[in-house]
Nanobody
Framework: QEQLVESGGGLVQTGASLNLSCTSS????????VAWFRQPPGKEREFVSS????????YYTDPVKGRFAISRDNAKITVTLHMNSLKPDDTAVYFC???????????????????WGQGTQVTVSS
């Protein structure tokens, strides 16, 4: 059974940067949209960013625009969330999720994604 694996979380100070990576146990993330969600302590899981199968359709939630960037490598093996200027409000467990298909639209709901990783903790201290 395929699994998504996140890596790169950690404890950082306000203003620092972190890169989160998402990979598949099958070795490829091609032919699908890959998204990052996060779940702050005591809150619901929320959409952060997504990138479609081609890498040309990218979406962000407003609070991270201008600070976060999502990318995928040409071999479609890894999707990376580059997080800059981190704030305490970014503290959360970050999840990688995937939706099979050649779509260009944004998918913001957790119900849109079939496969999820276990999550990686990001903690930003003030």
């Amino acid at each position: 059974q395929e699994q998504l694996v996140e890596s790169g979380g950690g404890l950082v100070q306000t203003g620092a940067s972190l890169n989160l990576s998402c990979t598949s146990s099958r070795g490829s993330l091609s032919s699908r949209t890959v998204a990052w969600f996060r779940q702050p302590p005591g809150k619901e899981r929320e959409f952060v960013s997504s990138i479609n199968w081609s890498g040309h359709s990218i979406y962000y939630t407003d609070p991270v625009k201008g600070r976060f960037a999502i990318s995928r490598d040409n071999a479609k093996i890894t999707v990376t969330l580059h997080m800059n200027s981190l704030k305490p409000d970014d503290t959360a467990v970050y999840f990688c999720a995937s939706k099979w298909g050649f779509y260009n639209d944004a998918y913001y709901s957790i119900n849109d994604y079939e496969l999820w990783g276990q999550g990686t903790q990001v903690t930003v201290s003030s």
